[in-house]
């Protein structure tokens, strides 16, 4: 067997592209078997006390992301540095800027309804791999900041109502939200905010309610419950997926040097270029994504 060394960068190896229909890796269970998640068709919610690990998964799946073909990224991040690393690669990156969140949710919008026209136009009712439509994720990093903190309050009600829009709009035309809070309460993720995600990660909580916030009412009375996760133990979380019962999981956890490192390769396998490859897509050119 010979090996090529890359001697530019034109040279290095492209793995095989990844796509947003395959499954996620993003940790492992209690038995310490693979965990895996088809965000495709399921919108995650992920919450829990600050530092319990919702960052480390949201990157897992930002990473995963980021190396699909035909996939586009668009990042809400108050804070900046969360998911800062990708934002190279994202069609918008939003820090804590609530109009242009606004203005963007709009567009997301305008850009699900265009898609619900070309399944009903084609006879479907769901976007399958091979349609060769984009995929678009929408992650929110810290969904307080927007919905109670910036802005006005008309403004975060705006806001809310629109990001309601897209977690319900989404999931079947090919544009999953994947939404971080570390307020898990009513106000933030009302019931019929939450049921709208297919899955819900509940990191380390305080309270058996605050975990039956995320969860769903009822689990901590059956014994499942993020109060009993050590504050040490974090990346830990109980995840559950529409319709089962919630899984103790460890997440997979990518340091700061994987995720840049990531994030270029992914920034290179997309870079422009004249062969066959997909094109860098102009942010402007979203109404006409469908
Ligand atoms: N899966 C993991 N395995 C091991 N350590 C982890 C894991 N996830 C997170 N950590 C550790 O916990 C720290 C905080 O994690 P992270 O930033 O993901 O928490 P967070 O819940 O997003 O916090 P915040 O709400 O403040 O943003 C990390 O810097 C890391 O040291």
């Known amino acids: 067997m010979t090996t090529t060394i890359p001697t530019t960068a034109a040279a290095v190896p492209v ?6 229909f395959d499954p996620i890796f993003i940790g492992i269970d209690e038995f310490g078997q693979p965990v895996y998640l088809d965000v495709i068709y399921r919108n995650l919610l992920t919450a829990g006390e ?7 998964l949201i990157n897992n799946i930002c990473g995963h992301a980021a190396l699909c073909d035909n996939t586009r990224l668009v990042l809400f991040d108050a804070k900046l540095v969360e998911l800062g690393p990708w934002r190279d690669l994202a069609d918008a990156f939003i820090g804590p ?42 992650i ?4 307080a900041m927007f919905s109670t903190v910036l802005g006005t309050k008309q403004q975060q009600e705006e806001f809310s109502t629109l990001l309601r829009g897209l977690v319900s709009l989404g999931r079947a035309c090919g544009m999953p939200v994947v939404a971080a809070t570390q307020r898990p309460s ?5 019931a019929s905010l939450r049921d709208l995600f297919g899955y819900r990660a509940a990191f380390r909580c305080t309270s058996l309610n605050s975990s039956n916030i995320i969860l769903g009412q009822g ?3 059956q014994g499942y419950t993020a109060s009993d996760i050590s504050p040490t133990n ?16 460890k997440a997979a956890y990518l340091t700061d040097t994987d995720i840049y490192n990531i ?15 997909t094109p860098a897509v102009n942010p402007t050119e979203w109404e006409m994504a469908a």
């Open 50 to 56: 600050p530092g319990g690990g919702k960052s480390g």
């Open 263 to 277: 994030a270029d390769y992914a920034a290179w396998t997309r870079r422009p270029t004249t062969g066959t490859s």
């Open 234 to 249: 974090q990346g830990a979380a109980y995840l559950l997926a529409e319709g089962g019962v919630p899984r103790r999981i």
């Open 219 to 221: 689990w901590a009375e």
């Open 140 to 143: 929110i990093d810290e969904l």
């Open 186 to 190: 009513w106000d933030i993720i009302p």
């Open 97 to 138: 800027d609530i109009d242009q969140g606004i203005d963007v949710l709009r567009r997301l919008l305008v850009v699900a309804t265009n898609r619900y026209a070309w399944l009903l136009a084609n006879r479907r009712r769901k976007l399958a791999d091979g349609d060769g439509m984009s995929v678009i994720v929408t």
């Open 15 to 20: 793995g095989p592209g990844l796509s947003m």
